[in-house]
């Protein structure tokens, strides 16, 4: 079956989708042709938002979702400079619930956001009940106080054979320690920080760019979480455990196959950083 047809009524023959799809498009006998199928064509919109007297129609894609492109809707780069500077990691929220309408328009325009092949395979959970996360919580605290007596014992022999111990299993059994005690001490959550909401992003574990694809996501929803005055952090720890307490997926109910990648905890501010932050330049070598 193929995915598009042309309204030579309509077609100039400016060649526009020609040059940014040949392997859909081409000219026969003077005539735009195209022809477009899973094998040759991602859906990914472009020849449609190119084409400027609307030929083109794509069964795989909702024409009525091509609003005209607003050049206007830009920020001047100063200002947006500033915004980035202005980001924080907030461990720290308000008691106050986020209302649903503006965690939807989150996610709806996240959608938005690039993915690797056009896969569009984000998928996201959003955990708002106070038991889930304190069972997920729980998990990823079992998962680094095993992994930290694990990372004890194998110090402990290298040690008995006058070896140096690698910097990353001194690094895990520093978490097993920090989170033991923690548990131990009974204080607030040391995984979300009573955040109001957690957002899961995940996708299937065999597409290439999976990973890339939710951090992209989480990072265009976080920063557009900002304009509504919802701040955000990463937890990692969360994405480290997943991959083996195997009661993480279960408790999310994960599809076959899909994998974290990405997880925010979100909320209103409680702290107001009065200044932005000094970061040390990024080492650039210019080939030329």
């Known amino acids: ?6 309204d030579k009524t309509k077609c100039d023959r400016c060649g526009l ?12 006998d003077g005539e735009i042709i195209a022809q477009a199928d899973i094998n040759n064509c991602i859906a990914c919109g472009h020849c449609l938002s190119l084409c400027r007297t609307g030929a ?6 909702d024409r009525g979702n091509f609003p005209v492109a607003d050049e206007a809707a830009n920020f ?30 989150l996610i709806d325009a996240c959608r938005y956001a690039p993915t690797g092949g056009n896969a569009q395979a984000v998928e996201i959970v959003v955990v708002e009940n106070r038991d889930m996360m304190k069972r997920l919580s729980d998990h990823t605290i079992d998962f680094f106080i095993s992994a930290g007596e694990k990372a004890r014992q194998f110090i402990a022999r290298l040690a008995a054979e006058g070896k140096d111990a690698p910097e990353s299993a001194s690094r895990t059994l520093q978490y097993g320690e920090r989170f033991k005690l923690a548990r131990e001490a009974g204080g607030p959550d040391p995984i979300f920080h009573e955040a109001p909401i ?11 760019a999976s990973k ?8 265009t929803l976080s920063l557009l979480a900002r304009t509504m005055g919802i701040e955000s952090t990463y937890i990692g720890l969360l994405v480290t455990a997943a991959r083996e307490n195997r009661h993480i997926r279960s408790d999310l109910a994960l599809p ?8 925010l905890i979100m909320g209103y501010p409680r702290l107001r950083y009065l200044y932005n932050i000094d970061r040390k330049p990024i080492r650039t070598r210019w080939l030329g």
């Not at 079956?1 to 042309?6: D, G």
């Open 1 to 6: 079956m193929n995915w598009v047809s042309i």
């Open 17 to 28: 989708c020609i040059l940014r799809c040949p392997r859909v498009y081409s000219i026969l």
């Open 56 to 61: 083109i129609s794509h069964s795989e894609l």
């Open 76 to 105: 001047e780069t100063g200002t947006f400079i500033r915004f980035l500077r202005n980001r924080r990691s907030h461990r720290h929220f308000k008691n106050k619930t986020v209302p649903r309408e503006q965690l939807e328009t």
């Open 198 to 208: 957690v957002m899961i992003f995940h996708a299937p574990q065999d597409r290439g």
């Open 212 to 219: 890339d694809d939710c951090v992209i996501a989480s990072t």
């Open 256 to 263: 076959p196959g899909n994998e974290i990648f990405s997880v």
